[in-house]
């Protein structure tokens, strides 16, 4: 029988959705579901992933994006003021393309060339890529590294004609210390880079990371993917000495850079630096040693490989995989300090407040104490994710800790860690006053709809809205919402109506929860919460969502009120920060549990709202800044949304 996967392991190996696997499935896309055991088979899917990464299948191509790329980039944007000479970079990659020359081979006359310039050993002349013998050497230690990278290379002849012109371009200055790993990232392709989650990090990022790193007497300090070592080396810039220093990687390659970074960084000593070629989430590189310091930029990739995660869940005693490897990079970490050490990572900002990455925020917020977090902006050239460094201690916060926010505009604040929920995150952009409010809002008694026993209707998707969806009054159907008809209260009136047959549709509610007396309908795509109460039993479209909440609970009314306020808006946004309004995020907004005379109030409002009466909004966001106690400033910030 051939092998099949579920949807959920579908989309992990897609890099993708389960809602999209489903709609792939439903469009032809992917072929093959078995709608009762609710699998595809193996093959199906691999067949679909290698027509994305060959451009086969149009309507996806951009799924093929970065991650297939056949080009270079130079590892992030240059800068006059970096010294970087990027024409120096596009002529070797000319000589690479025009003589297919070997780029390792180049790596390795362009490090020759380097230590020459450091004084290791004097060059013969003419130019000759033979290794020079040990007595030309300034250091054995060098000369060793070297050796074994000549014989990797596995190349029996170095044409001098060939490598002549790349030993004889002159060494560039390149902001930072680590010229040979700049060039290793720039000479490396896009995609493989991409798929390795492997990105050379800025040099200001690295120095702003190992800043403050104070190297006591028999502290050490760890990279557990130091790639050619660029935090060993700001390490090394901060004042930690050659023994202090380790670090582990698989890529033998960067490893054999980061080694000879290390060496050139100290020129008095004479000895192999601390540095193991292996896979730090597998094995104990350094046996038992527990370090003061975990530091880096660990890979963001997504871990496609079925086994491997298996592998990690069975060494990390998970129970559910995580979709990224540097969650388990940062359960290694927690692993590798001592306890109350540092770990400090440079990170997507992803992990802040996407729900997939809700279970390790989790597991962070109980057992780290999170000293810091700084926004970097997007720092990798043609990568579209932000960056943050996150700054922890290896033992549990205690109960009045703040974590020090940086944004990368905006003056910097603090925020209760006992606040952050893993479920909603943290939006760091938010600045102090909306999380100063947020803050005030969670601890109100209150309650929230995930405990509520509401039901939730998607609207109606057709499959094919021309077919199915007709100007209101043409031929005698029902009226259907569109999310642009649902305004803040109440529904203007439909544009469009339908003939309601739902086995013909795409997807489609049971019609009860269409139907009920009274419900809520809101806008899906939205950056705004847009509320309206439904007590005609209509029909919403896709674009508008249905909720029905139980009366005993919460009052519909009472919630329209709140989440069309103000208040609600900047807590929404400053939460979540997105273009849908996800049930997950509403489930986790607070209902505050007011007294009775707030409760009638607000009632009140709402019934004058429902009938049109505008004048009553601003009333609404005062009797809730009143009641929670929100300062002149955070009044302000509501009245502006």
Known sequence: MDALLSVREAAEFLGVSQATVYHWARSGILQGYQQAVRRFPAEQVHKLQRAIAAGHVPRLNARANKRHADGYRTPFPSRPEDGNDASQIIRLRRLIRERQLNPACILYVRALRLLAEAGEWEPATPFSPALPPASRWRRQSVARIMRGWRRDLGVSVLSAADYRRPFELPVEPVSGSDQLGFLYQALRRTGSRVQAGSF?????????????????????????????????????????????????????????????????????????????????????????????????NPPWGRLADGELRRRLNRRYLRKRNFSESFSYFLLRARALAVPGGTIRFLLPEAILNIRRHAEIRSELLNECTWRGIAECGRKFSGVFTGAITLDLLNIPPSPNHRIEIRPEAGPEFQLLQTSLKPESGLVIQSGPLENSIWEKVSRYPHRTLKDSGAEWALGIVTGNNRKWLLPVGSRGGEPIVRGVEVQPYRLAPAQYEIFFDPKKFQQCAPERLYRVPEKLVYRFISRRLVFALDRKGVLT?????????????????????????????????????????????????????????????????????????????????????????????????????
Request: charged share 20%.
């Open 200 to 296: 050379y990090t800025p040099p200001e990022v690295v120095r702003s990371m190992t800043a403050g790193l104070t190297p006591h007497d028999g502290f050490t300090l760890l990279d557990p993917g130091c790639g050619s070592g660029q935090f060993l080396l700001g390490a090394a810039e901060a004042g930690w000495e050659f023994d202090q220093l380790f670090g582990i990687d698989l890529d033998p390659l960067a490893l054999r850079l980061a080694a000879l970074n290390l060496l050139l960084a100290f020129p008095a000593v004479d000895a192999l630096p601390n540095l193991k070629c292996a896979d730090a989430l597998l094995t104990d590189s350094f046996g038992r040693r527990r370090f003061d310091v975990v530091i880096g």
């Open 541 to 641: 479209l896709n674009s508008a969502n249905n909720l029905i909440v139980p009366p005993a609970f919460y009052p519909m009314k009472l919630i329209a009120v709140l989440f069309n306020s103000g208040l609600y808006q900047l807590l929404f946004r400053s939460r979540f920060n997105t273009h849908k309004v996800l049930r997950s995020d509403l489930e986790q907004l607070p209902l505050p549990d007011f007294p009775a005379p707030v409760r009638a109030e607000l009632s009140g409002l709402a019934d004058r709202l429902l009938a049109g009466d505008a004048s009553a909004i601003s009333r609404v966001d005062v009797v809730l800044a009143s009641v929670l106690g929100l300062t002149e400033a955070e009044k302000v910030l509501v009245t502006e949304l």
